[in-house]
């Protein structure tokens, strides 16, 4: 089976510029998360769907960020504009809803950025 | 709100040598919890995990038991090995896969 898949791996910007990230998660899951880690700190929730909804945007900056899952498969995360406080490893997640795995989540490599 | 707590790192130890990294978590109900590992340069992967109280997760030589007495999920394992050199995520979920929240993290060296 294939993994979650994320692309770019890496992007350097500068302040104030656009960055989009892709995730295609693994067929089949439902939910799909995008998580935000900073060097030296755990991974922290920013968007959660359920197919093409979102189900907690609770901690996403939505007046830089934003997010899709137009047609429940692949997502696209935006930052616009970055800034340098922006730098971080971005992981896409994604999680079965049935079956003995339905509250695992399995991630992504991670796209790293650098805002300079 | 729901939080995650462990012990900082980093930590190093000689290959062959006992590990414990503590967890201990602030949630209502009763969460799932999990330990995810972070190898170099990999995303996290999940290495155990505990759905109810005394339940005990193992894999590859770790095991971690839910205690919620004290609201603890503390890894063990017996004889680290160099390969097991890593960043250790402990984390919970409320609502069977939702709400997952992280703990900041354990680097873990292990020194031949």
């Known amino acids: 089976e294939a993994g979650v898949a994320q692309s770019p791996r890496y992007k350097i910007i500068e302040k104030r510029q656009s960055v989009a990230f892709w995730c295609n998660p693994i067929s089949g899951h439902a939910t799909l998360y995008w998580y935000q880690q900073i060097l030296g700190q755990g991974p922290k929730l920013l968007i959660q769907?359920?197919?093409?909804?979102?189900?907690?945007d609770s901690q996403l900056p939505k007046d830089r960020f934003s997010a899709e899952r137009l047609k429940g498969v692949d997502s696209t995360l935006k930052i616009q504009p970055a800034k340098l406080e922006d730098s971080a490893v971005y992981l896409c997640?994604?999680?079965?809803?049935?079956?003995?795995?339905?509250?695992?989540?399995?991630f992504g490599p991670g796209t790293r950025l650098t805002v300079l | 709100g729901d939080s995650v707590t462990q012990m900082e790192g980093p930590v190093t130890l000689s290959e062959e040598a006992f590990l414990t990294i503590n967890c201990t978590y602030t949630a209502t109900g009763y969460p799932s919890l999990f330990w995810y590992v972070q190898y170099p340069g990999e995303g996290l992967q999940l290495l155990l995990k505990?759905?109810?109280?005394?339940d005990k997760g193992s894999n590859k030589g770790f095991e971690a038991t839910y205690r919620k007495e004290t609201t603890s999920f503390h890894l063990e394992k017996g004889s680290v090995q160099v390969s097991d050199s890593a960043v250790y995520f402990c984390a919970l979920s409320r609502n069977y896969g939702q709400n997952f929240v992280f703990g900041p993290g354990t680097r873990l060296s292990v020194l031949p």
């Open positions: 997640a994604s999680r079965p809803n049935t079956g003995e795995r339905h509250n695992e989540q399995f």
């Open positions: 505990a759905t109810k109280a005394d």
């Open positions: 769907f359920q197919n093409n909804g979102v189900v907690d």
